[in-house]
């Protein structure tokens, strides 16, 4: 049986992905920030995850106003990467895994939740930052990857509880697929940021560190929040949770917390990063 | 009847339906960005560009204003907009400086002031 051996939380801020493009990340402003990914790198490298299952949200690239999913999941042998407009590289193509995109889908639909299934879609710079973040030149493409994305842009959006629900029957899918795989799980985006309005450029290190906390022992106290509340307490585009909710659905029963990063501002972000290893998975 | 209108946040344009209806064409507009033709295009004539894709009359004035808080009360979304920015070179500390009524050093010493030495490592 496929097996989910960790989750990991990473911002996906374009500025990142510029930084490494230009070899920054030994500058002060961003080595705090990459100091957590070495570990974290090498934490992948010994449990040679076989696939990642990438949960992150479209800017405008694939899904624009529209035909755009509340949720949607890639049923892709392979994701293009593309020009965003704004000057980030495009990255080669990432490679996709249909079989377990297929039995997710299954899985979902027998459960009650109805994603839109994409055989051809484009992925932003969401996936791709994590993904040349945690497999740095180009590695990432040998790891299979099914992107997950939920609409963090336009209202309604997923409540915060569904889209932990959601992960949860993605975790049960995964669980339940009967192949000898690791897979290793991502929640992307956040933290605290309003990147529109008078209000930009409000952050909440506060709320940000509290919702770390719950990410490990209790992360359904993160949903008893609605978007609406998230806006008010981190900005905007706090609601970019909801990737680490459905995230931390996946993953059964406790977790220890291996690794935590915060860094703050990246950008107009607040930069979370966490490892979390499933308790029930260790031995 | 339920009344899903969302609570206000001061200084926050909640891009709901009756946003991405009103902004829908500028923010196709926006959205066209994604390819270096198109931003040459606009580059070239921003006026024509503008008409052929049927913005409104006040949503071509916060264009050529570079008025970003008006184009949000238009409509638009920032993710969008962020690839019209891209056209000028302006990134999101000189956009946010734009919106909060401060210069871009300004705007960056306000998010320092918020995080930086709450750095957590471990
Ligand atoms: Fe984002």
Known sequence: MAKIIGGITTSHIPAIGVAMDKGLEETDYFKDLFAIYPPIRDWLTEEKPDIAVLFYNDHGLEMWLDKKPTFAIGAAPEYENADEGWGIKPIPPVTGETELSWHIVNHLIENDFDPTVCQDIKVDHGATVPLTLLWPNFTYQGIKVIPVSINCERHPMPKPSRSYAFGKAIGEAIRCWNKDQKVVVLGTGGLSHQLDGQRAGILNADFDNWCMDKMVTDPEAITQYSNVDLIEKGGAQMVEIAMWLAMRGCIEGPVEERLRNYVSPISNTAVGVQLLIPENEQG | ?122
């Open chain 2, 1 to 122: 009847m339920t009344d899903y209108k969302m609570k206000a946040v001061e200084g926050t344009y909640h891009f709901d339906g009756e946003a991405a209806t009103k902004g829908f064409h500028f923010n196709k507009m926006c959205y066209s960005f994604n390819s270096e033709e198109n931003r040459q295009a606009f580059r070239d004539d921003a006026e024509a560009y503008m008409t052929k894709y049927k913005l409104t009359e006040e949503q071509k004035q916060a264009v050529r204003d570079h008025d970003i808080n008006r184009m949000l009360e238009l409509g638009g979304s920032i993710y969008y907009m962020a690839k019209f920015a891209g056209i000028f070179g302006w990134n999101m500390q000189v956009i946010g400086g734009m919106q909060s009524g401060r210069s871009t050093e300004e705007f960056i010493a306000y998010l320092e002031s918020q995080g930086r030495g709450k750095t957590t490592n471990g």
